[in-house]
């Protein structure tokens, strides 16, 4: 029996059985077991086959964040990236017309936002159907995920079901935060199991749920602490590791096609923003402000900071953007995108803006910053850094760096000379 049948069985198992605290741990073992198949079904798929790599889908990552736009085959992704960042990409009346992924840059707020257009998917993508294995892949590797969606098609073919299925059996989760868990694997001891609160969605004994979960996956000796009350479904993906978060919203494109009821349904579903790249309802021009670009900077968690010198008007002009999702917006990590000597040399910050309980306030490196705060870095002087116990290696590092630039100039010298 393949992989693929062993799932369709135990899927076909799940459905049978009814939902209640007696068939929780049984219900339990056979998610374990599903999401052990699938992983095994990825690893077979990403291994076979010598086609090599598809084109366009290696893409270099750009810009302070980046968002991918899935969703299936003519449902107006190729216009809606032309209206984003005013990319030409092919757009025509027939599907799968766009077939390698396509990225473009949107300008909003000083920042630059990688947006990529990928190939359409169908049902069963996540198993390898179409392009889905590339595509999903992508989607992995972006900030943001942005399901474009056929306003006139949704009422009947349950087209957002479908996809939110399809990234979650790769091991994407939506909108979801990481569970309060904490597990580690080791050599020797066993498990161990504790939660500091009842666990009431595990069934009447959660470690044994839990023991028979890592039994599945092999693992004999681990440490689990659990904070929060989590669901079997959590349980796994903590186990398994190898699960990814993205913040996700959807867009209900060719509303000009459905009745207005039918487009205030839509409106009011979570996550979801409405309009028509056609008639330019909630969606203008590249270089324009409008509904859409307000949605995709306000789930990728950007933050805009400005830079001040001491004694000089801070920078308006070209601020600092920092990402939540990617390296957090403290002062850290805008030390991180200015220069990792500024990190190393870093003394205390001034902060002016809404972060700051005072303008200015003095602040350390973990403090959390605002949307348009103004940062002045303020570093250590040759006393402070002399004080430090690495200073005597960093000097020596400085002086190898000089000593041997200036002996790779003098051999360029010496061959010139010869000539």
């Known amino acids: 029996m393949g992989v693929m049948e062993k ?8 459905a049978r059985t009814q939902k209640n605290k007696a068939t929780n741990y049984h219900l339990g073992t ?8 699938r992983n095994e079904l990825l690893i077979e798929q990403s291994g076979g086959g010598g086609g090599g790599p598809s084109e366009g889908f290696d893409v270099a990552r750009l810009g302070d964040a980046r968002v991918a736009l899935i969703g299936f085959p003519s449902v107006g992704k190729s216009t809606l990236q032309c209206k984003l960042t005013g990319t030409e990409s092919e757009a025509a009346a027939y599907e799968f017309t ?19 257009d990928l190939p359409g998917i169908i049902e069963g993508a996540a198993h390898g159907k179409g ?29 957002r079901e479908i996809l939110e299925t399809e990234l ?8 979801q935060r990481p569970p309060d868990v904490t597990f580690n694997k080791k050599s020797t001891g066993g498990v161990r199991f504790s939660s500091t609160v009842p666990l009431t969605k595990l069934g009447p004994d959660p470690e044994k749920l839990a023991l028979q ?14 904070r929060e009350d989590i669901t079997v479904d959590q349980l796994v993906d903590v186990i398994v ?20 009821e039918e487009v205030d349904q839509l409106a009011r579903m979570p996550n979801s923003l409405v309009g028509s790249v056609h008639k330019r309802f909630n969606v203008g021009e590249p270089d324009e402000d409008d509904a859409l670009k307000a949605m995709i900077w306000r789930y990728l968690g950007l933050t805009r900071i400005y830079t001040k010198r001491k004694g000089q008007h801070p920078d308006l002009a070209e601020p600092v953007v920092l990402s939540a999702i990617r390296k957090g917006t403290s002062v850290k990590a805008l030390c991180q995108n200015i220069s990792t000597q500024m990190l ?26 605002e949307d348009e705060d103004v940062v002045q870095v303020v570093t250590k002087t040759n006393a402070q850094q002399r004080q430090d116990k690495n200073y005597q290696s960093l000097v020596q590092g400085f002086s190898d760096k000089y000593h041997k630039k200036k002996a790779e100039a003098r051999k360029k010298k010496q061959g010139k000379l010869r000539r």
């Open 168 to 175: 979650e059996t790769v091991g994407i989760r939506l909108n």
């Open 213 to 226: 979960i890592m039994r599945e996956y092999r693992i004999s000796s681990a440490d689990l602490l659990a």
């Open 30 to 37: 056979l998610k374990a077991k599903l999401a052990k198949l």
């Open 241 to 260: 590791g190898n699960r990814v978060y993205k913040p996700c919203c959807y867009f209900y494109n060719k509303i000009d096609t459905i009745t207005i």
């Open 98 to 116: 766009t077939l390698t992924c396509i990225p473009g840059t949107m300008h909003y707020k000083g920042s630059k936002v990688q947006v990529l």
């Open 131 to 159: 392009r889905g294995k590339e595509v999903i892949a992508c989607a992995r590797n972006a900030d943001a995920i942005l399901i474009v969606l056929d306003a006139g098609k949704e009422g009947l073919n349950r087209h």
């Open 344 to 369: 190393r040399d870093f003394n205390f910050a001034m902060v002016w803006g809404k972060s700051a309980k005072h303008s200015p306030q003095r602040c350390g490196i973990n403090h959390p910053l």
């Open 7 to 14: 799932i369709k069985e135990i899927e076909a198992e799940m």
